[in-house]
């Protein structure tokens, strides 16, 4: 290994932010961390992605993935002040709200369907009119049909890299960027094989996103692509988040008005598609009609880890002996401090005190 370390309690392979919660999460309780990451830290899916730390804006129903994500968000603003008070950099974290748009007469039956549901459910929502969704956010189209507000938020992904690094190395995470990992063994002796060396551990994590099944083959989790869109919007102001069917739209601190993203199951095939990105103009637009005047500043794409039953896996695989934690798809970094939480539990000999059957790895690496 690069740094000459040999040996830790616990190695995780994959440095997205999935990873590295786990990493900081098993520092805080006294385990020795070596990170992995063919790349660089946070450099894939996680600063890729939009950023949207949420949980009710598509919520129709109370079903584990519903019940994952409202704990992840609710988790997330104590990973966020750990970050900075590590890093001593600012992540551009900031909580809500989040309107949901209707755009149609069909969307606002769906959406007060929704929020009737969710107060019932005893959660933080409400339903605007057109007339008082424009007044609290006036960009928002003459055709609005309705909106609901939540209390989510957002955080910069694009400020991950040089910040979730600097907090690993001051938590004494050892990081290994640039390090692909060949191969991952638990039994008998749990090592990770990298084109740099060996280093034995105690446990291994895997928790390389979409590529994990290049370590572990028979892990049902493919690549999805997703586009995104930048525009300078400086002069512009939302007040909101934006969420409607296709597409959420939030701005940064620095103007920068941020739209996706699609869902494609294209491989590991990064080019853009003229067609996505012509569609997701129309649905941003649509949205923000003042976009129109405003400069495109980038288009990119991601790969998230979908997982083929839409439920992240986490938890110890009987038959390699690994601890997962991928398969997050859309919700990552949403997920990621309390996805943390239950592996460091696993990983210091804890019930996880969660119910954590619906995501277990065996429900499709079955033992036949």
């Known amino acids: 290994m690069s740094s000459d370390l040999k040996s830790a309690d616990v190695a995780i392979v994959g440095g ?16 020795s961390v070596a990170l992995l990451e063919r790349g660089r830290i946070c450099g894939e899916a996680s600063s890729a992605a939009g950023g949207l ?46 309107l949901g748009l209707a755009l149609t007469h069909q969307q606002r039956r769906h959406l007060l369907a929704r929020v009737a549901w969710q107060k019932e459910s005893g959660l933080d929502v409400e339903f605007l009119e057109p007339d008082e969704a424009r007044r609290r956010e006036p ?57 740099r060396g060996a280093l034995s551990a105690q446990q291994i994590v895997l928790a390389a996103g979409a590529w994990t099944p290049d370590l572990l083959p028979r892990v049902p989790v493919v690549p999805s692509r997703g586009h995104m869109l930048a525009f300078d919007a400086p002069h512009l102001r939302l007040r909101h988040i934006l969420h409607l069917p296709g597409g959420s739209l939030a701005q940064r601190p620095d103007g920068r008005l941020v739209f996706g993203a699609t869902k494609e199951r294209a491989g ?26 405003c400069p495109l500043a980038s288009v990119w794409t991601g790969f998230r880890p979908e997982p083929t039953d839409g439920l992240p896996l986490i938890g110890r695989d009987p038959r390699s002996g690994l601890l997962l934690a991928t398969g997050h798809h859309t919700h990552g970094i949403t997920m990621s401090w309390h996805t943390a939480h239950l592996i460091a539990r696993l990983l210091t000999g804890h019930d996880p005190a969660y119910p954590l059957h619906p995501f277990t790895p065996t429900r499709l690496t079955p033992n036949t």
Not at 23 to 30: H, I, K, V
Not at 63 to 90: K, M, V, W
Not at 275 to 287: H, I, P, S, Y
């Open 53 to 98: 730390i949420c949980a009710q804006y598509d919520a129709d129903a109370d079903t584990p993935l519903f019940r994952l994500r409202l704990d992840g968000r609710n988790a997330f603003p104590e990973f966020a002040h750990l970050l900075q008070d590590l890093s001593g950099l600012d992540i551009g974290f900031s909580r809500g709200p989040t």
């Open 16 to 31: 997205g932010i999935v990873g590295c919660a786990i990493a900081l999460a098993a520092r805080r309780r006294g385990l």
């Open 268 to 293: 590991f095939d990064r080019r853009l598609r003229a067609g996505a990105v012509q569609e997701m103009l129309n649905r941003a637009l649509a949205t923000l009609p003042a976009l129109a005047d």
């Open 139 to 195: 960009l928002l189209p003459p055709d609005l049909t309705g909106a609901a507000v939540y209390p989510d938020g957002q955080v910069d992904t694009q400020r991950w890299p040089p910040v979730v690094h600097r907090a690993l190395l001051a938590a004494g995470v050892h990081v290994h960027e640039g390090t692909d990992v060949i191969a991952v063994s638990a039994r008998p002796n749990p090592t990770v094989q990298t084109v």
